[in-house]
């Protein structure tokens, strides 16, 4: 959602339950939504998503040929029944739906070879006959070539891909989650972050300089110091909100 431009300041007062936020403030992280920024929305129950993507891409063959719609997914979610129905649905006709799951190995505290049949979530999708691939998620680079090719498959008009991800998880689950059922957790955190990795790759192309790291350092901090200011200045959603904006 910061990559697309909605503003810190909007993501942060729905987790605070403020006026402002891209949901009025209701839902918390798990209602968030910028819709003419192109995110349309997060599920509250796992896997609920799946079928509003198809519902979009459906949409989107008939009114917006060219557009793409990604739903980002984990190696849990997987195992709903949401996802088979939709990729079972977008494959027969064709949608342009780029199926993104970012495999951790957990699904909050289950490893994923104790509740998932296959070794790859990426295998499950010769089973609708579409292309199922396995990507390094740590590397930038190989992901965005993936997506690249995913993308252009959609906009053919030859239907979805399944995209998974290897990523290790480097928290856990929730804030009070202490991870006790992880061997890794202590060092995971400082060995498997993948962002330093890359900057560090950056720095060595010549792409980024120290001067420049320090400056979006500093950069990004005032941003985040302005918008938890702002969301502490915005009032809280009234009661009445509770009843608004709901259609069931």
Not at 142 to 155: D, F, H, I, L, T
Request: charged share 20%; glycine share 12%.
């Amino acid at each position: 959602m910061i990559a697309r431009g909605t503003p810190i300041a909007a993501i942060l007062a729905d987790v605070a339950g403020k006026q402002g936020g891209t949901n009025n403030g209701k839902g918390g992280v798990m209602h968030v939504v910028d819709v003419p920024r192109g995110v349309l929305g997060e599920s509250g129950t796992l896997g609920g998503g799946f079928v509003i993507s198809v519902g979009v891409g459906m949409a989107l063959k008939r009114k917006m040929p060219g557009r793409v719609v990604t739903y980002f997914f984990g190696d849990g979610t997987s195992n709903r029944g949401t996802f088979h129905e939709s990729l079972n649905w977008a494959t027969v006709q064709k949608l342009p739906c780029i199926y993104f799951c970012e495999n951790n190995g957990f699904a909050v505290s289950m490893p994923t070879g104790r509740s998932t049949s296959v070794e790859n979530i990426a295998d499950r999708a010769a089973g609708y006959g579409v292309p199922g691939v396995v990507v390094d998620g740590t590397d930038p680079v190989a992901v965005y070539e993936v997506m690249q090719k995913a993308v252009e498959r959609a906009r053919a008009g030859q239907g979805p891909t399944l995209i998974e991800a290897k990523v290790t998880r480097l928290m856990g689950h929730y804030v009070a989650d202490q991870q006790q059922y992880r061997s890794d957790a202590a060092t995971v955190l400082t060995a498997k972050d993948p962002l330093p990795k890359f900057q560090d790759t950056l720095l060595k192309a010549g792409v980024l300089t120290d001067a420049l790291v320090k400056q979006i350092e500093e950069d990004t901090q005032r941003q985040i110091e302005a918008a938890v200011a702002t969301v502490k200045a915005a009032p809280p959603i009234v009661p009445e909100a509770a009843l608004q904006d709901l259609y069931a």
